[in-house]
């Protein structure tokens, strides 16, 4: 697995080579939106997936789930282990 530094080695050598698209799952998103910002100026498309950037830092992104599905989904689940009864509490 790559680290933020072997990621940045690696989108570089990308947008050296002037690629139409480059798809990329952010390990670092503070450290990466910039240099995926630069990549955006010099036209090359830019998607994430799984893991993404900070919004300036690429074009789309693709996740497997829509988060507010998921967090429905997330608390029904938890309601039925708990016999709907009891307390529970949700930060977001």
Known sequence: MA????QE????????????????SVIDPDRLTPILTGV???GITVLTWDADSHPEGR????????AEKLA??????LA?????????GSNG
């Open 3 to 6: 680290n933020p530094a072997q």
């Open 9 to 24: 080695e690696i989108i570089d050598t990308f947008k050296k080579q002037e690629v139409d698209v480059l798809a990329v």
């Open 40 to 42: 955006r100026r010099k």
């Open 59 to 66: 074009d789309f992104f693709i996740n497997m789930v829509d």
């Open 72 to 77: 429905e989904h997330l608390l029904d689940s």
């Open 80 to 88: 039925a282990q708990i016999g709907e009864e009891g307390e529970y």
